[in-house]
């Protein structure tokens, strides 16, 4: 009856063992958070945009998509050359998230002509929902104001200070769903 017990005893300590061994060969979960990104849902699609900058009228197009599985909302915006200060096309990508630890909406951005900004949002008030630019290549300091008119409409106000901390010009963008 020994025999049997210590018997009974060897293989159950080989099978805890084992399972313990296999437990530290399989892979550790990466953290998979899924962030509720239905407060910007309404963006996604092709927006026709209208900016008014320098005193002249600017049109660019929006298209909003889910990128990246799910976890950030993707803009990619073209607006062609519109007065004798720029030339040639600026095309900007930027990917906005919501960071449900830090309470706060992020948005990284880059364009072809070598920008980058990285701003943060603390949310929706009513339906308006405001930006605090946080780093730019330039060190430029900005807020930006994005109103919700309407599901197809909305009204963009930005302003900002050049790193010195003299005002930069505002900028009002005005963009309809297509």
């Not at 210590?6 to 962030?35: E, H, I, N, W, Y």
């Not at 009228?57 to 519109?82: C, E, Q, V």
């Not at 300091?141 to 008119?149: I, M, N, P, R, Y």
Request: aromatic share 8%.
């Amino acid at each position: 009856m020994a025999k049997i017990i210590t018997a009974f005893a060897l293989g159950a300590t080989l099978l805890v063992c084992s399972a313990g061994a296999r437990a530290q060969t399989s892979a550790t979960p990466v953290p998979d958070m899924k962030p509720d990104l239905s407060a910007m849902s309404f963006l996604i699609g092709s927006w026709s945009c209208n900016s008014h900058v320098r005193g002249s009228s600017r049109p660019n197009t929006t298209t909003y998509a889910m990128d990246l599985d799910g976890r950030w909302i993707k803009s990619h915006d073209t607006a062609p050359p519109f007065d004798k200060y720029r030339s040639r096309t600026i095309t900007t990508d930027a990917w906005t998230t919501y960071d449900p630890i830090e309470k706060k909406w992020a948005s990284s951005s880059v364009d072809n002509f070598g920008n980058y900004g990285t701003a943060t949002s603390p949310g929706w008030d009513g339906n308006h929902l405001t930006w605090t630019t946080i780093v730019t290549p330039d060190g430029s300091t900005g807020s930006d104001t994005l109103t919700k008119d309407s599901d197809t409409k909305t009204t963009d106000v930005a302003s900002g200070k050049d790193k010195n901390g003299k005002p930069t010009p505002t900028v009002t963008t005005t963009c309809t769903k297509s």
